[in-house]
C-alpha cells in the first residue's frame, strides 16, 4: 500500500503517533451495528466500534506496540497480539491521519474547479439565513411557489419560442449565475442551521458541464433526515428565489426573466438526476443509506462481469449491503446503466455535430469579427466576439470531456496490457485465476475502502 | 479464538453541484428528453 505508514518490527519500534485534529463521533447510517465518523481535516471515514477502540487507543500515545496492545484490551477485553497491530497500522489506516504527513488533496468529480466563496465569507449570511429553514416557513414558502410555479411555468415555456436580443442574453447568462450561487447558498445555509459547519462555493466543470458546488462534507456529522435537508437546501433557495421572480414575469410579461426562469426550473429538474453526481444522487443515498453509491455501482458492475465469466468472487464492500438497501442497489445500477446507454447516442450526435458545424460557424463568425475590425466598427465587433465565444462553449466543453474520457481509457488500456506483458516475462499468468476480493475491487477504490478481518491474540 | 473485524471505509466529499443549463431554445416533448436533449444539444 502506497499510504502505510512505514514497517514495524513489533514490539521495539514506537507506534507513530495520531494527528491532534481527529474527531470522532457517532455516524448515524441507521444500520444494525453501530458506526462511527472518523475525520481528519478534510477527510472523512466510517469505522466500526474495533477500529474506533484502536483509533481511541492510539489517540492516548502508546509508546510502543505492546503498549497499545495493552491499552486496547484495557478498552475492549479483547486481545490483539503486537503483529497484529503492527499489520493493521502498515496496511490499514491511512498515512495522513498520523502527524508529519501531509493530507492528500481532496478527490473530486471535477476536471478544473476553483472556489469562488470561502466559507469564513459565507457563515455571517448561512448563519443568519438559517431560520428560512424552519418548518413554519418552509411550508408556506414551498406552497406560495406551487402557486407562482402553476402560473408562471406555461407562459415561461411559451416564452421559449421568442428569441433574445444581444444585451439579453448576456442578462441571461448573469442571470443563471446567480442563481447558480443562491443554490449553493442554500445548500450551505441548510449546514447552518443544523449547526455543522460548511465549507465554501466554487464552480467546476463535471464531465462535460459547468457546475456549481458547495462543499458540504461535514455534514457527514448530521443524522441521515438533515442531510435530506441540506441535499434539498439549495432547490428550496430556488424555489423561495422563483415567487418574487415568477411574480415580476407574470406581472411585466418580461422576455428575459421568462427565459431565466425556464432555465431555472431546467435546472431544479436536472440536478435531482441520481445518477450524476448532483443532489439527486446525495439525497438517494443519504435516503437508502447507500453511502459512496457510484463506487458500489461500479463494484456492482465488476462483480457482474466476473460473475458472467464464471470467475468466483470475494466478498466486496457491495456485497455487504443486505436487504432492501440490496434491492435500491442494484435497481440503481440498473437504471443508470440504461441511461448511460440512452445517453451514448445522444453523446454521438453530439459530437459529430461539433465536428460536422462548428469548423464553418466558427469560421464565418470570425470572418465577420474581421469584417467589423476592418471598417472600424468596435462595439460591433466585440458583439461578433462575443457570438463566437458562445457558440464556441459547448465544442470546447464537449473537446475537454472527451480529450479526459480517452486519456483515462488509454492509461487504463495500457495498465492493463502492461500487466500482461510482466505476467508473460515472468511465466507467472495469474491473471485467468479468479480474482480475490482486493482484485475484484478496482485499484483505486481498494485505497478508500478497507476491510480486514484479523484474529485476536 | 474469535476473529475481530477492523473497518474502515473513506468517504466521498460532499460537493453538492447543480450543472448550469446553457441551453435556450425547446421543442422537445417531454421533461426527460429534453433535459437529455439539452445536456447534448
Not at chain 1, 465565444?389 to 470531456?401: A, D, K, Q, T, Y
Request: with cysteine; charged share 15%.
Amino acid at each position: 500500500m502506497t499510504d502505510s505508514v512505514l514497517l514495524l518490527s513489533p514490539p521495539a519500534v514506537p507506534v507513530p503517533r495520531l494527528r491532534d485534529e481527529i474527531r470522532i463521533s457517532p455516524f448515524h447510517d441507521e444500520q444494525d451495528k453501530q458506526r462511527y465518523l472518523l475525520e481528519s481535516g478534510g477527510t472523512c471515514f466510517v469505522v466500526n466500534e474495533s477500529m474506533r477502540d484502536l483509533v481511541l487507543s492510539l489517540q492516548e500515545g502508546p509508546a510502543t506496540l505492546d503498549d497499545l496492545s495493552t491499552r486496547f484490551r484495557r478498552r475492549t477485553g479483547k486481545e490483539v497480539s503486537p503483529e497484529t497491530l503492527s499489520t493493521l497500522l502498515e496496511t490499514r489506516l491511512p498515512r495522513h491521519l498520523f502527524a508529519g504527513n501531509a493530507e492528500p488533496a481532496p478527490r473530486t468529480p471535477f476536471t478544473v474547479s476553483f472556489q469562488l466563496l470561502r466559507s469564513a465569507w459565507l457563515q455571517p449570511l448561512t448563519s443568519r439565513l438559517a431560520w428560512l429553514f424552519n418548518p413554519w416557513i418552509v411550508v408556506p414558502v414551498l406552497a406560495a411557489f406551487v402557486l407562482v410555479e402553476f402560473q408562471v411555468l406555461p407562459q415561461a415555456m411559451a416564452a421559449m419560442g421568442q428569441t433574445l436580443v444581444s444585451y439579453d442574453v448576456l442578462g441571461l447568462f448573469f442571470g443563471i449565475l446567480a442563481v447558480g450561487l443562491i443554490h449553493e447558498l442554500g445548500h450551505a445555509t441548510a449546514c447552518a442551521r443544523y449547526g455543522c459547519p460548511h465549507g465554501g462555493v466554487g464552480f467546476g466543470l463535471y464531465l462535460a458541464f459547468p457546475a456549481f458546488y458547495a462543499d458540504v462534507t461535514k455534514a457527514w456529522r448530521l443524522p441521515a433526515r438533515q442531510r435530506a435537508v441540506v441535499d434539498l437546501g439549495g432547490l428550496y433557495f430556488q424555489c423561495i428565489l422563483m415567487i418574487p421572480l415568477g411574480l415580476m414575469a407574470v406581472e411585466h410579461q418580461i422576455l428575459l426573466l421568462l427565459h431565466v426562469i425556464w432555465l431555472l426550473n431546467l435546472m431544479m429538474l436536472m440536478t435531482l438526476n441520481p445518477v450524476f453526481k448532483m443532489d439527486g444522487y446525495w439525497l438517494l443515498s443519504d435516503l437508502s443509506g447507500l453511502r459512496n453509491l457510484h463506487q458500489r455501482m461500479e463494484e456492482t458492475l465488476v462483480g457482474a462481469v466476473w460473475k458472467l465469466r464464471g470467475k468466483q468472487v470475494a466478498p466486496s464492500m457491495q456485497q455487504t449491503v443486505t436487504g432492501a438497501r440490496r434491492k435500491i442497489l442494484y435497481a440503481y445500477t440498473g437504471l443508470a446503466l440504461v441511461y448511460y446507454l440512452y445517453l451514448l447516442p445522444l453523446l454521438f450526435r453530439a459530437i459529430v455535430g461539433v465536428v460536422l458545424l462548428y469548423p464553418a460557424r466558427a469560421y464565418d463568425s470570425l470572418a465577420i469579427v474581421g469584417g467589423f475590425l476592418r471598417s472600424g466598427e468596435t462595439t460591433q465587433a466585440l458583439f461578433a466576439v462575443g457570438h463566437f465565444i458562445h457558440i464556441s462553449i459547448w465544442p470546447v466543453l464537449l473537446g475537454v470531456f472527451l480529450m479526459r474520457f480517452v486519456s483515462k481509457l488509454v492509461r487504463g488500456l495500457v495498465a492493463r496490457i502492461g500487466e500482461g506483458i510482466r505476467c508473460l516475462v515472468r511465466g507467472l499468468c495469474t491473471c485467468e485465476q479468479a480474482p480475490s476480493n482486493q482484485a475484484a475491487v478496482p485499484a483505486s477504490q481498494v485505497e478508500e475502502s478497507r476491510s480486514s478481518s484479523v484474529s485476536g491474540g | 479464538m474469535n476473529a475481530i473485524d477492523f473497518e474502515i471505509e473513506a468517504l466521498e466529499a460532499r460537493l453538492e453541484m447543480q450543472a448550469v443549463a446553457a441551453a435556450e431554445a425547446d421543442d422537445c416533448a417531454c421533461a426527460g428528453e429534453c433535459v437529455a436533449a439539452k445536456m447534448f444539444a
